[in-house]
């Protein structure tokens, strides 16, 4: 039976700090290794290239060349992304296998799960937010009497204001280093309306997907190893990525998986604590809200305990609010940070706050067109004009980014032409990932060994595996983590790719794997039916 293709995730390796932190929790897996010493992932990643991708007639002894991989950046070599990690290449591998040998395996197809790439599986995008960025893209059809019977009136209507902000009406010129302003002035109006507060367009920073402005953020806040920086476990590796690149440290917390995964103030605390004992400075909070790769939603009450905590420790909040859109549950709803913080009566002054959006996830999931902004709060002006020195660097975001981003926080209206068909496919992504998410949920759930807490929100699935003695025992003897066996065991039999938990953290001793629910609804029960066939032959196998 032939299966949809998925993606999958991966996980940096940083200086973790589990030398900062006794938690009975802290793991050794994120440590820096020594500068000559390779990750098990790159040097695996380095095996695998030098094996399959040089060409014969090409010389494979490169000792002469000015660089070896002792020389490079240590920085480089401790950073790692587990969601396009082993796992994957291996995936990348057996589908070219399968394109000269396709019926060496036993299924029909790679089904990347492994990665939040909506497009990539399927789901469409929003017809009004295409319209108007074609019409950005040619504007010489707009004032052509054809594009009447073929665009909205609506999409017409904003490409026009669009393209008049842009400088020389081309979306292929650079912009101001902030992003277009006028665009710029949508996205706060957007805030406005989702917050009930005031927004500032110049707080506004447009980036190329929410991920080049936290480098941005790292770049400004680690000056040294001695620099931490407060990171949930599990997590996105693009935070332990991120700061392994800038050379901080990462100062874990633990989310409580029996409490739904759940975020304790007493945990941040202890952590914070141990971490300036051992003369760590620590700069900054990560949250991640609706969570990744936990895909919980925190309670408005929560939000003000760590609005409090930031507050009183004087730690910049970096709000990762990507999934605002992507809540699946009746009883919790989205707040963005800077709302709590404004609603307990905290201003520009008082509390340091970078939230990140991007156009990547929600329902629209525009991943390949790299936009996204993040909004900074509580900082000097002078502090400001370095941020935009930072920015200034990279010259200026992408225009189609930067296009969609407003699209996204400024959508059809009540009354435009193109509201009533916007609005019904919103709804129908949104409530069809709420019942791929339910599905697959019932069905891990339904497994022997597995639990899996319900999806709140976000992407993604996030299920412990409780593995029998055996399999642990194989998975040493091979050398891997025992979920990496897993997900390697899972690839080889079913072509279903997901991200280990190890390349998120996790508390040691327990596993889990990250399944996004993207696979487009029809693919699901295959889905379910391929893994639960697997998982059964797999404990049936090792089984104590």
Known sequence: MVMRRFARNLIPRTKLLASVSPHPY??????????????????????????????????????????????????????????????????????????????RQPFDEILYCNIGNPQ?????????????????????????????????????ERAFQTIDQIPGRATGAYSHSQGIKGLRDQIAAGIKARDGFPADPNDIFLTDGASPAVHMMMQLLIRSEKDGILCPIPQYPLYSASIALHGGSLVPYYLDEEAGWGMEVSELKNQLETARSKGVCVRALVVINPGNPTGQVLAENNQK??????????????????YQENIYVPDKQFHSFKKVARSMGYGEKDLSLVSFQS??????????KRGGYMEVTGFSPEIREQIYKVASVNLCSNISGQILASLVMNPPKVGDESYESYLAEKDAILSSLARRAQKLEDALNSLEGVACNRAE?????????????????????????PDTFYARRLLNATGIVVVPGSG????????????????????????????????????????D
């Open 120 to 156: 990539a599986l399927g789901q469409q995008p929003i017809t009004f937010f295409r319209e108007v960025l074609a019409l950005c893209d040619h504007p010489s059809i707009l004032d052509k009497s054809e594009t009447q019977g073929l665009f909205s009136a609506d999409s017409i």
């Open 457 to 481: 929100g976000a992407m993604y699935l996030f299920p412990r595996i409780r593995l029998p003695k055996k399999a642990i025992e194989a998975a040493e003897a091979v050398k891997a983590a």
């Open 26 to 103: 802290a793991t050794s897996s994120f440590s820096s290794p020594p500068n000559h010493i390779l990750s098990p992932a790159a040097a695996f990643l380095l095996r695998l290239l030098s094996t399959t991708s040089a060409p014969d007639s090409m010389d494979s002894d490169y000792s002469s060349t000015p660089i070896s991989i002792d020389s490079i950046n240590p920085k480089v070599l401790a950073c790692e992304y587990a969601v396009r990690g082993e796992i994957v290449t291996l995936a990348q591998k057996l589908e070219q296998e399968m394109k000269s040998h396709p019926d």
């Open 305 to 322: 305990q760590i609005v409090e905590f930031c507050k009183k420790e004087g730690l910049v909040l970096l709000a990762d609010e990507v």
């Open 359 to 368: 156009v990547s996830k929600g329902y629209y999931g525009e991943c390949g």
């Open 504 to 543: 998120f953290g996790q508390v040691p001793g327990t596993w889990h794997f990250r399944c996004t629910i993207l696979p487009l609804e029809d693919r699901i029960p295959a889905i379910i039916s391929r893994l639960t066939e697997f998982h059964k032959g797999f404990m049936d196998e090792f089984r």
